[in-house]
């Protein structure tokens, strides 16, 4: 760009601005104004911007009277109307505009928005690729695009038109975010980091690139190495929040929650107090077992968001550490009340009416971790465990036996029953368990006398047992 283009630009941003304050300095005096058409989609266009309605809907209605015949004037007064909600109404203004101009880009964007809000996928994906010939900028068409196929769960198409528009305009950086959750969605990573890689080779300098490349290290758990990349984003933009924000997940990843602390705090040089991050310090504090001060944090995130569940339920847990067991339990049933289908909240609710003695309720609280579909088979196994201390034997055996069923590959699953059982004089079936155990993974076979050790004498067992390590 030459300096007589920055002199105009100069000139146009100077010009605009003295026809805002007219504009306004109009609607505080009622001294009427002329603004040509170009001036007052401008105006409109500001306020829009800035999602002041108010002066929109006024500039507007100036441009509607004096302009009635502007595509550009009803088709913001529409994007008005839309923000408004009345969604139809602005449908309806935008098929007015269709039959006198067809070939309008900014007609099929702002179609194209209206239907995704209203949640229309497949109409909005439409008027946006109908847009595409008539546009000069068909980077931000392919982002809408994008957008719009990640509303519909269909990451692959996103990835296909995120690439045109970084093809097309390699400084877009709404389409470098969305890229990288992309990637993410679809399983990508490797590929995320050989495109990042690419990209920075061309635009070493752009710190969301590395931002992103530390991402996609950080989601194939090369944590040493995404902190390496957030760092480049930092010394190129040392006010980058997120890239402090992440490279301090990366630290705690890597079990050193004292820097992750520190950089965790820098984030509040460069934003608002996150309640998230008070939860993440709270976090490493716990687990330096300085549990004062995870209380601390934890608590100042539920006061920036009482709707933390994470937040309420390390409140309940650290008290637990704290010999404030009983105190604990309110916070963490308050967690649940916030997340009541979080088998994690209900799984630490068992453990602690366990501990507190209150059997049945500990069981039912485990039941409720089951129905949750929790993912691991520890579950199964705690579950037993109550059941059988407490000589529910029959219900712990069929536990296990549903246990075994939703992971089959699971040889502590197997050994448990096949211990149990020996309890019930149901031995035949006890070492045909113990038996699968050992051939599934012989070396967990001291499972059998970490939990039952009066069976290091048990003369069939110790002979099974040889067997197999032969």
């Keep these: 760009m ?38 007052i989609e401008e105006i409109i266009d500001y306020y829009l911007q800035w999602v002041n309605y108010e002066m929109a809907k006024k500039a507007i209605d100036y441009g509607l009277e004096r302009y009635p015949f502007s595509s550009i004037v009803k088709i913001r007064y529409a994007q008005y109307l839309s923000s408004q909600h009345y969604t139809y109404e602005a449908l309806a203004i935008l098929n007015e505009v269709e039959m006198i101009e067809r070939h309008n880009f900014e007609l099929y964007m702002a179609r194209g928005y209206i239907y995704s809000q209203m949640g229309l996928g497949e109409q909005a ?13 068909k980077d931000e068409v392919y982002v809408a695009l994008g957008v719009e196929f990640l509303n519909e769960d269909k990451p692959d198409d996103a990835l296909y038109y995120l690439k045109k528009a970084i093809k097309l305009n390699p400084k877009n950086e709404v389409a470098l975010n969305e890229l990288s959750l992309c990637f993410d969605l679809t399983g990508k990573s490797d590929e995320a980091i050989g495109f990042f890689e690419k990209y920075i080779d061309n635009h070493p300098y752009s710190y969301f690139a590395w931002f992103n490349l530390g991402l996609g290290y950080s989601r194939i758990g090369l944590f040493e190495k995404a902190i390496e990349a957030y760092d480049y984003a930092l010394a190129i933009n040392e006010q980058f929040s997120s890239a402090l924000f992440n490279k301090a997940n990366s630290l705690a990843q890597l079990n050193k929650f004292e820097e992750a602390i520190e950089v965790y705090k820098e984030t509040f040089k460069y934003e608002d107090q996150e309640p998230t991050t008070y939860y993440y310090i709270g976090e490493c504090f716990e687990n ?17 968001d009482p709707a933390n569940g994470d937040a309420w339920l390390g409140i309940g847990v650290v008290l637990d550490a704290l010999n404030r067991l009983t105190e604990g339990v309110h916070y963490i049933k ?24 209150f059997i049945e309720e500990a069981g039912l609280a485990f039941q409720r971790v089951i129905e949750l579909d929790y993912p691991d088979y520890d579950v199964w196994l705690d579950y037993s465990k109550l059941l059988h201390h407490n000589g529910y034997v029959e219900e712990a055996i069929k536990t296990l036996e549903e246990g075994i069923k939703k992971f089959p590959d699971v040889a502590e699953l197997l050994y448990r029953i096949g211990i149990i059982l020996i309890e019930k004089s149901r031995r035949k079936e006890s070492l045909e368990f113990l038996s699968r155990g050992m051939d599934m993974d012989y070396a967990k076979h001291k499972e059998i006398f970490d939990y039952a050790p009066t069976l290091q004498n048990d003369a069939e067992i110790l002979s099974l047992i040889s067997t197999f390590k032969k």
């Design 2 to 39: 030459s300096e007589f283009d920055d002199d105009a630009d100069g000139q146009n941003d100077k010009e605009f601005e003295e026809n805002l304050k007219l504009f306004e300095d109009m609607l505080a005096t009622g001294q009427v104004h002329f603004f040509d058409a170009d001036d």
């Design 288 to 304: 330096l077992d300085r549990f004062e001060e995870a209380l601390v944090n934890y608590n100042k995130c539920v006061k920036l």
């Design 125 to 137: 994906i439409e008027n946006f690729k109908n847009a595409i010939p008539l546009s000069d900028q």
């Design 334 to 357: 308050k967690a649940i009340e916030i997340n009541p289908n979080d088998p994690e909240y209900w799984y630490v609710f068992a453990e602690v009416q366990e501990k507190l003695g």
